[in-house]
Nanobody, 115 residues
């Protein structure tokens, strides 16, 4: 079973930065570079929402609420997807997850960001 591992969350003040990481397991090495990867977040009491996507061709897309502040990227050699979050706001609080967008694997534990 695919096991995605997110990390890098924490408690931050407004305006601070964090970088989240998502390590993909070896079992999906062959599809890592071609897949569309996404970062999602779930705020308390709300449904999970998509905040950023990254295609195999490195095209990116962002939710309006994070545009200009968040950057999604990946390191193919490390099979890791990142989310650089700058100028954090209290409303960015939530559990952040990564997954293959459109063909999701079982969800990981996520990483908590509290602002």
């Amino acid at each position: 079973q695919v096991h995605l591992v997110e990390s890098g969350g924490g408690f931050v003040q407004a305006g601070a930065s964090l970088r989240l990481s998502c390590k993909a397991p070896r079992t999906i090495l062959s599809t890592f570079t071609s897949a569309i990867w996404g970062w999602y977040r779930q705020a308390p009491g709300k449904q999970r929402e998509l905040v950023a996507t990254l295609t195999g061709g490195r095209d990116t897309n962002y939710a309006e609420s994070v545009k200009g502040r968040f950057t999604i990227s990946r390191d193919n050699s490390r099979k890791t997807v990142y989310l650089q979050m700058n100028s954090l706001k209290p409303e960015d609080t939530g559990v952040y997850y990564c997954n293959r967008h459109g063909q999701e694997f079982p969800w990981g534990q996520g990483t908590q960001v509290t602002g």
